[in-house]
């Protein structure tokens, strides 16, 4: 039962009544938290309770402290803990830290409060899942390493055709075991960093891309049988997994497989304030293809901004194909997308270039002449005639206006989408994706991800929540300080 529930204004009186009987000591060693405890007073987490309301039972004992150890875990990652148990007995020993999450020290939420936390936020009972024997080969490791700076291919071709036709027939992913806590991420973070202007709801940029999570754990797993006991070292009996989520996947920065998983964020870029902010959060399986990944994310963080105005997204070559140029399409987004270079001839006389320009008979780029909107098209002269300084002992037209060319949008959008590659326009809008890759790298690195030594996609899900909110904090206080 959900009941007793301190809200925001009483987080703040209690702050308030704290620092009053504060001594000249204590209160010197408050201040220098000031950075955590602003964060801390810019989120409100009165919307919490009605969210979590549907996830308790209307009987039996009342649970305590929920808002305290929803902000304990903000404080926890702010401080670089990642192990819950150290921080609870942190709190323990440390007054200030225990008034800085609105607790008195007499009156500390215990661990398995923290762990039974993190249970309820996640839609699946998945506690089976560590005691299952799987096979002793469920997590192989490839020894044939992939070139340097090479990514894992997608290995079905046609799964994001088959995405895409799910996604058209207006099904979602709402059943998805981490959507509480995407939903608690855009009540308690993005919604209120929309409201205060951080971003502009209206008039969004976003960009996606997925991260390697690796995890300390062993992709072999522990045995449970008799074999060692036989003088038997190398069996192939079914075995448990400390971490049964995770996954081999390829690591393209380190050159080298990992067993994890995948951190996909999306995210956008405030051009006035210089910072950086996350709009949503997944952890996927590490051997599934950013394609798929990608389409996925955009989907779910539609759904769950719907109001917010999406105007461009930016992706990486893994999502030049097709399907997803079609999702963006049937989303009313403009896609920015990396080509992922491959030649291909589109007309017997005219070849295309690997960035979709058309090249002509002399082995000249054509000169892009503009984007028709009605009829979807991107229209193309002839380079001699258009850039008079070209010599050129080709004659492709009798017309002084010089050959045309038009290459259309429906005919093929990886090719030919709507802002032409070597635009100003794309090359611009493009540089924001980078807003992504610094999210990842603070998301596992800034808040340790990569240093937790949680199990299991459910709490991983968790810390990367939490990392997301405190970025969004961090922004808060950030733009405070410049006005």
């Known amino acids: 039962m959900l009941k007793h529930w301190t809200s925001y204004a009483d987080y703040k009186h209690f702050i308030e009544s704290a620092v009053l009987s504060m001594n000249q000591s204590e209160l010197k060693r408050f201040h220098?938290?000031?950075?955590?405890?602003?964060?801390?007073?810019?989120?409100?987490?009165?919307?919490?309770?009605?969210?979590?309301?549907?996830?308790?039972s209307n009987t039996g004992r009342p649970s305590k402290n929920q808002p305290e150890i929803f902000r304990s875990f903000i404080l926890m990652a702010d401080m670089g803990e990642t192990s819950i148990t150290n921080w609870v007995t942190a709190l323990q020993s440390d007054d200030i830290l225990a008034t800085l999450?609105?607790?008195?020290?007499?009156?500390?939420?215990?661990?398995?409060?923290?762990?039974?936390?993190i249970d309820r936020l996640w839609l699946y009972d998945d506690s089976y899942k560590h005691k299952k024997l799987y096979p002793s080969n469920k997590n192989f490791k490839p020894r044939k390493k992939l070139k340097n700076g090479s990514k894992l291919k997608n290995k079905n071709a046609s799964i994001t055709k088959r995405l895409f036709e799910f996604m058209k027939d207006g099904r979602t992913f709402s059943a998805r075991f981490e959507r509480l806590l995407q939903e608690i991420f855009v009540a308690v973070a993005v919604a209120p960093s929309l409201k205060l202007g951080?971003?502009?709801?209206?008039?969004l940029t976003i960009a996606g891309d997925g991260s390697s999570l690796h995890i300390h754990a062993s992709h072999s797993g522990s045995k449970h049988c008799i074999?060692?006991?036989?003088?038997?070292?190398?069996?192939?009996?079914?075995?448990?997994?400390?971490?049964?989520?995770?996954?081999?996947?390829?690591?393209?920065?380190?050159?080298?497989?990992?067993?994890?998983?995948?951190?996909?964020?999306?995210?956008?870029?405030?051009?006035a304030f210089k910072i950086d902010l996350p709009l949503h959060i997944s952890?996927?399986?590490?051997?599934?293809?950013?394609?798929?990944?990608g389409m996925v994310a955009l989907a779910e963080i539609k759904q769950l901004l719907p109001k917010a105005r999406f105007k461009?997204?930016?992706?990486?070559?893994?999502?030049?194909?097709?399907?997803?140029?079609?999702?963006?399409?049937?989303?009313?987004?403009?896609?920015?997308?990396?080509?992922?270079?491959?030649n291909t001839v589109y007309k017997n006389d005219i070849s295309i270039s690997p960035n979709g320009t058309p090249i002509c008979?002399?082995?000249?780029?054509?000169?892009?002449?503009g984007f028709c909107p009605d009829r979807q098209r991107h229209?193309?002269?002839?380079?001699k005639v258009a850039r008079k300084e070209i010599a050129c002992d080709y004659s492709c037209s009798d017309s002084d206006y010089g050959r045309t060319f038009y290459t259309y949008c429906n005919d093929n959008p990886r090719l030919f989408p709507p802002v032409y590659r070597d635009s100003a326009k794309f090359k611009k809008i493009y540089a924001t994706r980078t807003a992504c890759e610094r999210i990842n790298n603070r998301i596992l690195n800034d808040y340790k991800i990569h240093q937790n030594f949680a199990r299991g996609r459910k709490r991983i899900s968790f810390f990367s929540i939490i990392a997301g909110i405190n970025i969004h904090l961090d922004a808060r206080v950030k733009v405070q300080n410049l006005t």
Not at 230 to 256: E, H, V, Y
């Open 32 to 56: 220098s938290y000031n950075h955590s405890l602003f964060k801390l007073l810019s989120l409100n987490l009165d919307i919490l309770k009605d969210i979590l309301l549907l996830y308790y």
């Open 101 to 117: 999450i609105g607790c008195s020290p007499h009156n500390l939420p215990s661990l398995g409060s923290y762990y039974d936390f």
């Open 312 to 342: 461009n997204v930016c992706f990486d070559s893994a999502n030049d194909n097709i399907s997803t140029y079609q999702l963006c399409k049937q989303l009313n987004i403009t896609p920015f997308i990396d080509f992922n270079k491959r």
């Open 361 to 369: 008979k002399s082995s000249m780029p054509m000169v892009h002449w």
């Open 227 to 271: 074999c060692r006991s036989k003088g038997i070292f190398r069996c192939n009996c079914p075995r448990t997994f400390s971490d049964p989520d995770a996954s081999i996947g390829w690591d393209s920065d380190l050159n080298t497989w990992y067993y994890g998983h995948t951190l996909y964020t999306i995210s956008s870029y405030n051009k």
């Open 379 to 383: 229209k193309w002269r002839c380079p």
């Open 283 to 293: 952890i996927f399986n590490a051997k599934r293809h950013d394609s798929v990944s």
């Open 198 to 203: 951080l971003l502009d709801e209206n008039n």
